[in-house]
């Protein structure tokens, strides 16, 4: 078996725990195609080394998707992998099953304080569990979805913050027991900031980050369900959605968009209009960005703390202009 274990950085959870010492404890070939992450290089590794599994974070699945001459390459002997590291989109998940061959291809929720993985989906799950969830939990690993503001189990289907407890939690944050405190409770729930929901079979769907929530007008909107419907536009490669100021509703929403090559212009009006009746209308973004990449962290993560920040920018008006 080979494992082409992508450009996740040796020294994050993902590409030293599941990628490296996953391999060596197996037995299993590591293939690193460049000291960074490189699509086009990533996708000739797979097809000259004839790699049978392939890891990677969503932007990475998405770089090589989008690559002008994908169709070239013989990707025939993937069959599995995992995508990780960020929110999984299901229009990605399903193109990389159809497009790249990884039929057993598996999702897998964690942190690095949890070791990092806590669910994760299995080859024989059907199609809607392996591309719409992460999974259920690991073997000796519990999980509960609570309320964020009483820390009481919701129902099943209804979101709340994902907690998780068992042998893989972290002890705490080295000499930081304030930090530590707020991340694990008293009966060691370890509290993810992550909003999710169960479903009766134990699979976990999330819906966005704590943080991430947008509150526009009194309505509590998920990034998250905006961006995977913008992923079934024709021309659009890749969205994020974040919260701006707004002096009526207290925020409005921002979309910011990659667009595929050779794409039409796109405009904020085009897009509302292709929202309309599919979304409710608080769904429907207000701002457009069309740019040409996101700002990352050098592990792949998309930084919406930054996006928020130059969005704030972009939408104040200038000296010039109040002038």
Request: aromatic content about 6%.
């Amino acid at each position: 078996m080979l494992i082409h274990v992508r450009s996740c950085p040796k020294y994050h959870c993902f590409g030293m725990v599941m990628g490296n010492l996953a391999a060596t404890s197996h037995g299993a070939a590591m293939i690193i195609p460049a000291p960074s992450f490189d699509p086009r290089a990533t996708l000739e590794a797979v097809a000259a080394e004839r790699c049978t599994s392939l890891y990677g974070v969503p932007t990475m699945f998405i770089a090589e998707l989008a690559d002008p001459e994908f169709d070239t390459f013989d990707l025939s002997s993937l069959r599995t992998g995992i995508m990780a590291g960020s929110p999984c989109p299901i229009e990605v998940m399903k193109q990389v099953i159809d497009r790249m061959g990884m039929r057993e291809v598996s999702i897998c929720y964690g942190m690095t304080e949890t070791s990092p993985v806590s669910t994760q989906t299995r080859a024989d799950d059907s199609l809607a569990q392996r591309t719409a969830t992460v999974g259920r939990a690991g073997p000796h690993i519990e999980i509960k979805i609570v309320d964020p503001l009483t820390g009481l189990t919701v129902p099943r289907g209804v979101p709340g913050e994902l907690c998780t407890r068992g042998y893989s939690v972290m002890l705490g944050y080295w000499n930081d027991p304030e930090k530590t405190a707020e991340a694990i409770d008293s009966a060691r729930w370890m509290h993810t900031g992550d909003l999710a929901t169960m479903d009766d079979e134990g699979y976990i769907a999330i819906t966005g980050r704590i943080k991430d929530m947008v509150i526009r007008g009194g309505e509590n909107i998920y990034p998250r369900e905006i961006e995977e419907f913008l992923y079934g536009h024709p021309d659009i490669l890749d969205a994020q959605v974040i919260g701006v100021p707004d002096a009526k509703y207290g925020e409005e929403l921002m979309a910011w968009i990659r667009l595929r090559e050779n794409a039409a212009p796109l405009t904020a009006e085009a897009l509302r209009a292709y929202c309309t009746g599919k979304l409710a209308h608080y769904k429907i973004p207000r701002y457009v960005h069309i740019v040409d990449e996101f700002p990352m962290t050098v592990t792949g993560k998309i930084r919406k703390i930054e996006m928020r920040e130059m969005a704030v920018r972009l939408l104040t008006p200038s000296d010039e202009e109040t002038a």
